[in-house]
């Protein structure tokens, strides 16, 4: 079974840009979320999805990022514009369940760096 | 408010020994915890879960605790090997599959 798939790996740009990045989830698991890695700390939940429609946004900074999830397969986590503190690895993950243990399917990540 | 912490960044241990890995949560609400594992350059791997109304479970050489009491959680794993080299996570669910990360113990292995 294919796992959750992530691009670009890297990315450097500079403060004021903007990026993207993409995910997409393993086949079948109708929820996905983005979480934000910041260096020595824990994954931070930004955006859950459920299908195509928004579960939980409260933590993503919506004056920069935004996340959409068409056709409830793939996602796209857009950052306009970059600021210095936005150095962070973000992580993909899908779940099969929308209730469940808490057993979620990460990614590699996406490291990006804002110089 | 929502927070996960763990008592020691890193931990270092002889290979064969066993580790035991500590985590305190604040949210009484949580319905699971659970452990994850990240190696270098990878995203966490899901090792084990424990619902909240029991105290143990068990797992292929890993073993969590929960106590409720105190509202500490912790891994054991047993025989540690070098391939348990990584930084483990303990995360805390709270409603519909939002969780909650702590901030990590970084385990290393000596040979």
């Known amino acids: 079974e294919a796992g959750v798939a992530q691009s670009p790996r890297y990315k450097i740009i500079e403060k004021r840009q903007s990026v993207a990045f993409w995910c997409n989830p393993i086949s079948g698991h109708a929820t996905l979320y983005w979480y934000q890695q910041i260096l020595g700390q824990g994954p931070k939940l930004l955006i859950q999805?459920?299908?195509?429609?928004?579960?939980?946004d409260s933590q993503l900074p919506k004056d920069r990022f935004s996340a959409e999830r068409l056709k409830g397969v793939d996602s796209t986590l857009k950052i306009q514009p970059a600021k210095l503190e936005d150095s962070a690895v973000y992580l993909c993950a899908s779940s099969p369940a929308v209730i469940g243990t808490g057993e979620l399917f990460f990614g590699e990540g996406s490291r990006l760096t804002v110089l | 408010g929502e927070s996960v912490g763990l008592h020691l960044p890193t931990l270092s241990v002889q290979e064969g020994d066993n580790s035991i890995i500590n985590c305190a949560y604040s949210?009484?609400?949580?319905?699971?915890f659970i452990w994850y594992k990240q190696e270098s350059g990878k995203g966490p791997q899901f090792i084990i879960d424990i619902r909240s109304n029991m105290d143990k479970r068990q797992g292929q050489r890993v073993t969590v605790l929960l106590n409720k009491t105190v509202k500490h959680l912790s891994l054991q794993i047993a025989a540690t090997q070098p391939g348990d080299s990584a930084v483990y996570f303990c995360a805390e669910k709270l409603g519909a599959q939002k969780l909650v990360f702590g901030q990590g113990t970084r385990l290393t292995i000596n040979p």
């Open positions: 999805f459920q299908n195509n429609g928004v579960v939980d």
């Open positions: 949210n009484s609400a949580s319905d699971y």
